[in-house]
């Protein structure tokens, strides 16, 4: 898979000890950058545009205007937005509420999933 044209960004506050984060580490050839804030992950889009973004934690990080500014913000590239949620406490609400992301995910993901995850991604930016 080549990721050579972008990276992964991470947006979350508990990702720092997540397995999600330690997966991807150990399967993307391209870097994965962890945003601890909206504000931060739009500086780093700014420097260049991801391939992959994943959402953590609860809805409140999904904001309705963040996800229209990142969605806008990477738009000509066809980056995958995601968001990732916990099993016992899932916090998405319907897909028309948030129409900038691209899918759900519930943690915790198995090795297959990240890796297809990152398979469709880069094949998304490449068309």
Do not use: C
Not at 45 to 54: H, K, N, S, T, W
Not at 59 to 86: C, M, Q, S, Y
């Amino acid at each position: 898979m080549d990721s050579s044209n972008g990276y992964i960004l991470m947006l979350g506050h508990r990702l720092g000890a997540d397995l999600t984060l330690q997966s991807l580490s150990t399967q993307v050839e391209g870097p994965v950058f962890v945003a601890q804030s909206a504000e931060q992950a739009v500086a780093r889009i700014e420097q260049g545009i991801p391939y992959l973004v994943i959402l953590s934690g609860t809805d409140k990080n999904w904001a309705p205007a963040f996800i229209h500014r990142l969605r806008e913000t990477v738009k000509p590239l066809g980056t995958t937005i995601v968001a990732l949620t916990e099993s016992h406490e899932p916090s998405w609400s319907p897909q028309e509420e948030h129409p900038g992301i691209d899918g759900f995910l519930v943690k915790p993901l198995s090795q297959d999933v990240l890796h297809l995850l990152v398979e469709s991604a880069v094949a998304k930016t490449t068309l």
